[in-house]
């Protein structure tokens, strides 16, 4: 959880960020603010309803960090995620603005990721109303990915 909070706190202050385009797969490399380490980001933006979330997989000096879902306008209670025909995967945490989802469901997810066409996301807030659900585009993803 660390390592996730700790890139999304680099992520959400990103000038790149706010020049990633909506429902494109893009590659963002910036560094830590204590090291002269990069954290890099394959990510997507994409908005549903009145919610804009950032989603990526990162990686950074101490290796990958889970598959995280972001928002600076919502609290997230739930996160699902189903790529194509695939068994839907639960986040396995959320918090204010962020859900995650451990080493192993983010293999699994990336591994769908690469061979996917689209994903299905579903969030909601802690008391139940849905926020986000929506499908988000995978085309691209492979490409932006193997900048790593």
């Not at 390592?3 to 990103?14: D, E, N, S, W």
């Not at 859900?99 to 299905?120: I, N, P, V």
Request: charged share 25%.
């Amino acid at each position: 959880m660390r390592a996730a909070c700790l890139a999304c706190a680099v992520l959400v202050h990103c000038p790149a960020l706010q020049a990633t385009p909506l429902d494109s797969w893009e590659y963002h490399c910036v560094a830590e603010d204590d090291s002269d380490s990069e954290v890099c980001t394959t990510e997507l933006r994409s908005r549903d309803k009145d919610t804009e979330a950032i989603f990526y997989f990162a990686r950074g000096p101490k290796g990958p960090v889970p598959f995280v879902a972001i928002s600076e306008e919502a609290a997230f209670g739930a996160l699902q995620v189903q790529v194509d025909d695939e068994e839907p995967l639960q986040a396995d945490s959320c918090e204010d603005g962020i859900c995650y989802f451990e080493a192993d469901k983010s293999r699994q997810l990336l591994r769908q990721f690469q061979s996917g066409r689209s994903a299905h996301i579903v969030i909601d807030a802690p008391d139940g109303r849905n926020l986000f659900d929506a499908d988000i585009t995978l085309m691209g993803f492979s490409a932006a990915y193997k900048l790593y």
